[in-house]
């Protein structure tokens, strides 16, 4: 279990790599895998393009990687709530927890359903609520919801 500092530490590096996906032209996410010790980057992965995201390109990185066993004490950690595929994906490889920054209806809210990133309109808990095997979410985390935002803010009206 990661502490509340570990919790906003990790998310801001998140926010560091969603920048540089941005900076690489990308849409601004990012996510990172960590260990089940709660301090350590095994990986991390910025948004590639609309089906290569963030969190479903970590986690099948982390598939091919390291054992079922090790994955399922381990925590994904993203800028925003993972949209289905990518919580489909992380289930499938087995992570067993997610935290997230802020919410995808906060996204949706912000980028007015912007033609490049069409929300879905289906909460991540709900995808592993149908799961055979328990992923756990935390999220979002009000603490540093409005940074996950901030990187948002300019990148879809400049669009």
Request: aromatic residues 6%.
């Given at each position: 279990?990661?502490?509340?500092?570990?919790?906003?530490?990790?998310?801001?590096?998140?926010?560091?790599?969603?920048?540089?996906?941005?900076?690489?032209?990308?849409?601004?996410?990012?996510?990172?895998?960590?260990?089940?010790?709660?301090?350590?980057?095994?990986?991390?992965?910025?948004?590639?393009?609309?089906?290569?995201?963030?969190?479903?390109?970590?986690?099948?990185?982390?598939?091919?990687?390291?054992?079922?066993?090790?994955?399922?004490?381990?925590?994904?950690?993203?800028?925003?709530?993972?949209?289905?595929?990518?919580?489909?994906?992380?289930?499938?490889?087995?992570?067993?927890?997610?935290?997230?920054?802020?919410?995808?209806?906060?996204?949706?809210?912000?980028?007015?359903?912007?033609?490049?990133?069409?929300?879905?309109?289906?909460?991540?808990?709900?995808?592993?609520?149908?799961?055979?095997?328990?992923?756990?979410?935390?999220?979002?985390?009000?603490a540093v919801a409005a940074e996950m935002l901030a990187t948002h803010a300019g990148f879809w009206a400049a669009r």
């Amino acid at each position: 279990m990661m502490t509340g500092e570990q919790v906003a530490r990790h998310l801001r590096r998140a926010n560091e790599v969603a920048l540089r996906a941005m900076r690489m032209g990308r849409h601004p996410f990012g996510a990172l895998l960590v260990a089940p010790d709660g301090e350590t980057v095994l990986a991390e992965q910025g948004n590639i393009d609309t089906v290569n995201h963030a969190e479903s390109t970590l986690a099948r990185t982390a598939a091919a990687n390291y054992p079922g066993e090790y994955l399922a004490r381990c925590t994904l950690v993203t800028t925003f709530e993972p949209c289905a595929m990518c919580a489909g994906t992380v289930y499938w490889a087995g992570i067993g927890r997610v935290v997230y920054g802020a919410e995808e209806t906060a996204l949706l809210a912000l980028t007015g359903n912007h033609p490049e990133n069409p929300t879905l309109s289906l909460p991540c808990r709900e995808v592993f609520a149908r799961g055979q095997r328990p992923t756990e979410v935390v999220g979002p985390v009000p603490a540093v919801a409005a940074e996950m935002l901030a990187t948002h803010a300019g990148f879809w009206a400049a669009r």
